[in-house]
């Protein structure tokens, strides 16, 4: 029999991988621009979710979420913020820049640490610091390369780490909170879609069967890989999802490079190592700071 943490491990590593196969998936969906496809992943990823909770009778969670306007609030800015986090992305893969996302993913956890210290006032350890030094280096090195800031990876880096933030606050559902989040994008979503139809400037329903497929598919490709990943978070430690998280901007970064042949010279490869570094110094210090707490309450227990 699989054991509950090992079951979870497995699902950590189907939601990564998943996420990480995202730039192959995208690109199918051309002549779609960007913003079309945005709005329609928007869109199909409301009617999969809302077909979940029915599906699965999941009823009072919308009353309590009324109950709690706080929360709405915070589900709203994690709707805004994810809808920049998701165009931005789509561009990205569609328009021959997979390795900067990639980017953008690997230097996420970093990012996180610095919200974590002006947004909520935490203090950094001083391997902490080390590691954020790192990474502004590292920025710097890849701005000399590409001959501007790697924007679209510090988008979706401070998008996503933000939208985090956002959700650990909110501390809702996975299923219900990204079906607020779509509701509250659905308007636009559909406003966006109306007007591509009367200019005559849409693709859906005019490129062909496969892409209006691939376009409704959208929903339930969104939607898989955060239900893997809700599945994990109950099932293993928080250490353990934070090393799996790198199996998405990994495999990213080997399909940009690999399938779709971007360039990756040797100043862009000397930037992503002291991304790595970076990352590799923020892992065994939180790893280290986790070994010293749990024995300092073993301690404390024994006495």
């Known amino acids: ?23 192959l998936y995208w690109p199918l969906l051309r002549p779609a621009g960007a913003v079309e496809i945005l709005a329609h992943r928007v869109f199909w990823s409301l009617l999969f979710v809302a077909l979940l909770l029915l599906v699965h009778r999941r009823r009072g969670w919308l009353r309590r979420l009324l109950d709690r306007p706080a929360v709405l609030v915070i589900l709203v800015a994690a709707a805004l913020v994810i809808s920049v986090n ?3 992305y789509i561009w990205g893969v569609t328009n021959g820049h997979i390795v900067e996302t990639s980017l ?16 909520l006032g935490e203090r950094l350890r001083r391997v902490q610091w080390a590691a954020v030094g790192l990474a502004t280096v590292a920025v710097a090195v890849l701005t000399a390369d590409y001959g501007r800031p790697p924007w679209i990876a510090l988008t979706l ?22 079906t607020v989040e779509t509701a509250v994008l659905v308007l636009p979503a559909l406003g966006y879609i109306s007007w591509l139809e009367s200019s005559g400037r849409a693709v859906f329903g ?13 929903g339930a490709v969104t939607a898989i890989p955060l239900l893997l990943f809700g599945a994990a978070a109950t099932r293993v430690p928080l250490v353990t999802l934070g090393l799996l998280q790198y199996l998405a ?11 779709f042949d971007e360039a990756f010279p040797p100043v862009r490869l000397a ?18 700071h986790q070994r010293r707490a749990l024995r300092r309450s073993s301690e404390a227990v024994a006495a």
């Open 86 to 88: 998701w165009g931005t």
């Open 271 to 288: 930037g992503f190592i002291l991304v790595w570094a970076a990352l590799a110094v923020l892992t065994v210090e939180a790893l280290t």
């Open 157 to 178: 880096a401070f998008s996503f780490g933000t939208y985090g933030l956002l959700k650990k606050q909110a501390d809702a559902g996975a299923v219900e909170g990204l």
């Open 1 to 23: 029999m699989v054991s509950r943490e090992r079951l979870g491990v497995a699902y950590g590593a189907a939601a990564y991988g998943l996420w990480g196969l995202f730039p």
């Open 104 to 119: 953008g993913y690997y230097i996420n956890p970093l990012v996180t640490v610095v919200l974590g210290v002006v947004l």
């Open 249 to 259: 901007p990994t495999f990213q970064l080997l399909i940009g490079v690999l399938v």
């Open 206 to 218: 005019h490129a062909g069967a496969l892409n209006v497929a691939l376009l409704i598919l959208a």
